[in-house]
Each structure stands twice: as structure tokens, then as C-alpha cells.
């Protein structure tokens, strides 16, 4: 299995600050990377796909980089419904990866 | 605009069968643009992919839990189903069912059911 390994596991941020998560491939998964949001009980929501692809309907200060094994997920803006749980995933080879998941905090 | 809903007994017996159906609204089970999975998430935890099947009936599991699982797919029901064996308070899990969009690069998953909290315990 693939592994999918997030950093920070959790982050205090405030309104309008920058915020970047990463997420690394225990092998090449090319941009076979998606990015979700979750927030309390609620499913998760696909916010880029193909590591860099907004989907759509998604705000643009979202945006998502990397290939390989090294990605990124940046919130320019941070704004008050962003507080959630962010989750890659890699959808290379089965079975598909999730990693452990960020927790975005209000400080 | 598709919805995925699940449903299910939300409370299962350990060593019992665990049995979910997603009903698909808004479009057809058979809609070409879509697989379609089970994930899970235990209280507090990550996210965990179970299966997935496509519209040729093919079908894909974790190895983790490959000896326990069984996804198909009714298409006159438009649903798709998951059943797990020989459950212990280690399924204990939120699951949702979702739609794979496997025409786009990396088949993200869109769109989620709401999930469904079965427990297991007797």
C-alpha cells in the first residue's frame, strides 16, 4: 500500500493568515492527488483533484502544487469557514490512501 | 445534481453481517462518468477506503479487509450496496458511500452520502 503522510497533524491559525499543508507519497503517484475538506459531522468535500485542479465551486483561495511524492495545499486567506480537517488521498493504485489528516484550528 | 444517501441498521452484533445500500438520486447508477465506493471513518479517525466498483461490475477491495467485504451494485434499484462479515468493534465506523469520478485525472471522489454511524457491539 501506498502511504500518504501529512504535516503539520494540526495548526492554530488566524483569520487571514496563509496556511500551508503538505503531503508525501511513500512512493511516485505522478498527480494522482486529491485534496478533501471536512468539517465536524459532515462528509468530507473534494475542494482540488490532479494535485493542482480546483474543483468546481471552489473558492480560489485554495490552490494545490506538487507531482511525485511531495504536494501542497495553500489557503492564501484563511477565513472563518475554513476551520476544518484537510485530507490527501491517492488514487495511483488500490487500494486508495488516505492520509492521516490536518486540523485547522482558530487561534 | 446527483445525491448519494446511506442507510442501514445503525447497531450490529459482533461475529454478524454488517449491510449498507447507498441510493443514488439525481441521475442513474448507470451514469457513465461514475464508480462508485465505500470509505469509513472511525470515531475520531481517518478515512478509510473499503471498495469500489465500476460499471462493468469489476471490483476492487482493500486487502485489509478484502476476506470480510462484498460491494454490488442494483441497477434497478439505483443502489449499490457493502456488506461486511464477521464484524467486531473495530468496524465501529461513520460510512459513507460515494461517487468516483473516474473520467477526470486521479478519480476524486464526489459526491459523499451524509454517512451512516454503525456500532458495533451486543
Known amino acids: 500500500d501506498i502511504q500518504m503522510t501529512q504535516s503539520p497533524s494540526s495548526l492554530s491559525a488566524s483569520v487571514g493568515d496563509r496556511v500551508t499543508i503538505t503531503c508525501r507519497a511513500s512512493q511516485s503517484i505522478s498527480n494522482h492527488l486529491n485534496w478533501y475538506q471536512q468539517k465536524p459531522g459532515k462528509a468530507p468535500k473534494v475542494l482540488i483533484y490532479?494535485?493542482?485542479t480546483l474543483q468546481s465551486g471552489v473558492p480560489l483561495r485554495f490552490s494545490g502544487s506538487g507531482s511525485g511524492t511531495d504536494f501542497t495545499l495553500t489557503i492564501t486567506s484563511l477565513q472563518p469557514e475554513d476551520f476544518a480537517t484537510y485530507y490527501c488521498?491517492?488514487?495511483?493504485?488500490?487500494?486508495?490512501?488516505f492520509g492521516q489528516g490536518t486540523k485547522v484550528e482558530i487561534k | 445534481q446527483l445525491q448519494l444517501q446511506e442507510s442501514g441498521p445503525g447497531l450490529v452484533k459482533p461475529s454478524e453481517t454488517l449491510s449498507l445500500t447507498c441510493t443514488v438520486s439525481g441521475g442513474s447508477i448507470s451514469n457513465s462518468n461514475y464508480y462508485w465506493g465505500w470509505i469509513r471513518q472511525p470515531p475520531g479517525k481517518g478515512l478509510e477506503w473499503i471498495a469500489s466498483i465500476n460499471d462493468s461490475g469489476d471490483t476492487y477491495y482493500n486487502p485489509s479487509l478484502k476476506s470480510r467485504v462484498t460491494i454490488s451494485v442494483d441497477t434497478s434499484k439505483n443502489q449499490f450496496s457493502l456488506k461486511v462479515t464477521s464484524v467486531t468493534a473495530a468496524d465501529t465506523a461513520v460510512y459513507y458511500c460515494a461517487g468516483i469520478l473516474f473520467r477526470l485525472s486521479s478519480s476524486p471522489l464526489d459526491p459523499w452520502g451524509q454517512g451512516a454511524l454503525v456500532i458495533v457491539s451486543s
Open positions: 490532479a494535485a493542482s
Open positions: 488521498q491517492q488514487s495511483n493504485s488500490v487500494p486508495r490512501t
